[in-house]
């Protein structure tokens, strides 16, 4: 069995920053790509950055410049950083990775939980 779990989500203030953390753990051979996306009421989830296994990262362009997507292979382990926050910026933020199984041969997308991210003044 494989999870992911995020954590590092909360309320803040607009402007303030926050720093989201993803662990992939269990019986995985190799993790692929990783990525953060968001869904806020009402909305569709959508990507908010990317990053292969060889650390190239990809944003939405709302993004673009205020986050920093980073990745720790070694500890299968994505980041967000994520700076000058606003207000659309609340969401769920969901972690995702494709991943090889141990024991298996076939690719698999798999999700994290969420995490809350709240932007109010």
């Not at 954590?7 to 953390?21: F, I």
């Not at 908010?48 to 990809?58: D, K, L």
């Not at 606003?86 to 076939?106: F, M, Q, S, W």
């Amino acid at each position: 069995q494989v999870q992911l779990v995020e954590s590092g989500g909360g309320l803040v203030q607009p402007g303030a920053s926050l720093r989201l953390s993803c662990a992939a753990s269990g019986s995985i051979f190799r993790v692929y790509d990783m990525g953060w996306y968001r869904q806020a009421p009402g909305k569709q989830r959508e990507l908010v950055a990317g990053i292969t296994s060889g650390g190239s990262p990809n944003y939405a362009d709302s993004v673009k410049g205020r986050f920093t997507i980073s990745r720790n292979n070694a500890k299968n382990t994505v980041y967000l950083q994520m700076n000058s926050l606003k207000p659309e910026d609340t969401a769920v933020y969901y972690c995702n990775a494709n991943l090889l199984r141990t024991g298996t041969i076939l690719r698999v997308d798999t999700w994290g939980k969420g995490t809350q991210v709240t932007v109010s003044s």
